[in-house]
Nanobody, 120 residues
Framework: QVQLVESGGGLVQPGGSLRLSCAASGSIFVINDMAWYRQAPGKEREFVAKITAGKTANYANSVKDRFTISRDNTKNTVALQMNTLKPEDTAVYYC??????????????WGQGTLVTVSS
């Protein structure tokens, strides 16, 4: 089994910053892509950012130039630095990892989510 645990969510004022973290643990052989998704109230889950094992990143247009994704391959962690937050960034943020487990099979792993609320 593989577990992803997110942390760092909370309440922040518009224009503020938050940093989300996600740690993967369990029967991991290797992690390929790691990503963040979010789901706002009443909306479908949407892509936010992705980073490859080689640390190539790409972003949704709505967060480009405000959010930065990073990872530490030695610790199996991924982070999302969110700056200049807007009320429309309010959502539950989910960590996602494309894992090859120790037995050799693929696994699309998800965290439980962390709530980010941007409000004055």
């Amino acid at each position: 089994q593989v577990q992803l645990v997110e942390s760092g969510g909370g309440l922040v004022q518009p224009g503020g910053s938050l940093r989300l973290s996600c740690a993967a643990s369990g029967s991991i052989f290797v992690i390929n892509d790691m990503a963040w998704y979010r789901q706002a109230p009443g909306k479908e889950r949407e892509f936010v950012a992705k980073i490859t094992a080689g640390k190539t990143a790409n972003y949704a247009n709505s967060v480009k130039d405000r959010f930065t994704i990073s990872r530490d391959n030695t610790k199996n962690t991924v982070a999302l630095q969110m700056n200049t937050l807007k009320p429309e960034d309010t959502a539950v943020y989910y960590c996602n990892a494309d894992v090859i487990v120790s037995t050799g099979g693929p696994l699309d792993a998800w965290g439980q989510g962390t709530l980010v609320t941007v409000s004055s």
